[in-house]
């Protein structure tokens, strides 16, 4: 072969390469987008539950902590509508502090004062948290 047509020949293979290269590189994508809607989730919920454990128990409100709670309730429907999204996403310790935290949450009687309410949650949203950093971890959150 002559030295013009390596030329052509090796063009070419560079051009192939080049392409090949551009969808491997893109075809994760998607994936990473939803991903990264689950991570924003995450970090909600951790915001959130946060807020819950951080009330100051002589100034907080019953309603308050009704508030505070609900934000969780909110931030936790939305990691699971996002972990819906992301395939194979690790949810299972996650969902298993979900459980144990609504679990503690539905065991608050109705008359505990805002700080015996905080204090019987409080383990469980501490859990939650540890959970939801273990998942944003194995997602690859930044």
């Known amino acids: 072969m002559s030295k013009m047509t390596w030329i052509i020949v090796l063009v070419i293979l560079g051009i192939g390469a080049a392409i090949v290269i551009g969808v491997l590189g893109t075809r994760n994508e998607p994936a ?54 992301v395939k194979n996403a690790p949810m299972e310790s996650l969902d298993n502090a979900g459980n144990a935290f609504e679990s503690a949450v539905r065991n608050v009687p109705n008359d505990a004062s805002v700080s015996d309410a905080i204090g019987d949650v409080t383990q469980s949203a501490d859990q939650l948290v540890a959970a939801a950093q273990s998942t944003a971890a194995s997602i690859h959150c930044t």
């Open 32 to 85: 990473e987008a939803q991903a990264s809607g689950l991570c924003s989730s995450l970090t909600a919920l951790e915001a959130s539950l946060k807020g819950l454990t951080s009330l100051d128990p002589t100034t907080a409100s019953k309603s308050d902590y009704q508030s505070d709670l609900d934000a969780v309730r909110s931030a936790w429907n939305q990691v699971q509508g996002d972990a819906q999204d």
